[in-house]
């Protein structure tokens, strides 16, 4: 079932989605060569718990790390180890979620390390730009496969011909981390669910820079490109209400990543 929020559940959730952020951008300050992340968990775990909220990912079907840390061809599901060291050059993309009055958020970012190259300057823009072209379509009145042809129109739109990952993708979200509708990153417009006022979903493309085919490695967790090509993750949470699009996990809500779109979120 999909389930659909009061506006006083939404409320509950951007306070979560707030803590959610706050770590995240504890976390990208921290990034740096030389630091584990090991280190980069304890900083956003130690964020959430300072908040008064818990880490949804930790302990999550056993998994170990209050993030995700996933480095460079592995795009998502990387156990923290306090035995792994950035270095430079090397792209991580970090995926966090907490836990508020039993409201999830769930939000992630890829940060390169160090001076990034070119290819991953770009690699980074399309990525995060195709997430927010997802979000602008998250309106009453659309369909969920609205936001999925946004994202790989985005992606599609430039001249690199980059991969988009199957299988993973976004879902809804609420009193549970994971919950319907599977928010696929392609498909053609106009289908799937209604989006109505209350639904809250994770928006999450996941690109390569080469082939998109993934495996799954021994951990059971990691998934990496099967042709060792660089990968991006990015994510938000995002309520709809009729005021437009709010973006739980955003400290503006949005209004910034939204605006070249021509939307305006709620505030």
């Not at 970090?94 to 990034?116: E, F, K, R, Y």
């Not at 080469?210 to 060792?228: C, I, N, R, S, Y």
């Not at 090509?229 to 955003?250: D, K, M, N, Y």
Request: aromatic share 4%.
């Amino acid at each position: 079932m999909i389930q659909i929020k009061t506006a006083h559940e939404i409320e509950l959730m951007r306070a979560s989605g707030l803590v959610t952020a706050g770590a995240l951008k504890a976390v990208r300050a921290a990034v740096r060569p030389g630091v584990t992340t090991g280190e980069l968990d304890a900083i956003a775990e130690d964020h959430i718990r300072s908040a008064g909220a818990v880490p949804n990912f930790l302990g999550y079907h056993g998994f170990t790390g209050t993030i995700c840390a996933s480095i460079n061809d592995e795009v998502v599901h990387g156990i923290p180890n306090p035995d792994r060291t950035l270095a430079e050059g090397d792209n991580i993309s970090i995926d966090c979620g907490a836990i508020l009055q039993g409201w999830h958020s769930d939000s992630a970012i890829t940060v390169s390390v160090g001076t990034p190259s070119a290819a991953d300057v770009a690699l980074l823009e399309v990525t995060e730009r195709s997430m927010w072209a997802g979000l602008a379509k998250a309106v009453a009145g659309g369909r969920l496969t609205d936001i999925s042809h946004a994202v790989e129109e985005s992606i599609t739109a430039h001249e690199h011909r980059y991969g988009i990952v199957d299988h993973y993708g976004g879902h809804g979200i609420g009193t549970e981390m994971h919950q319907d509708p599977h928010v696929l990153n392609y498909g053609r417009q106009g289908r799937g669910p209604k989006l109505v006022p209350g639904l809250a979903l994770a928006i999450e493309p996941m690109v390569t820079v080469g082939d998109p085919a993934t495996v799954e490695l021994d951990d059971g967790w990691t998934v990496v490109t099967k042709d060792g090509s660089r990968a991006a993750h990015f994510e938000h949470s995002v309520a709809i209400t009729p005021e437009g699009p709010w973006v739980l996990t955003a400290e503006d809500g949005g209004l910034a990543g939204l605006a070249p779109f021509g939307v305006t979120p709620r505030s």
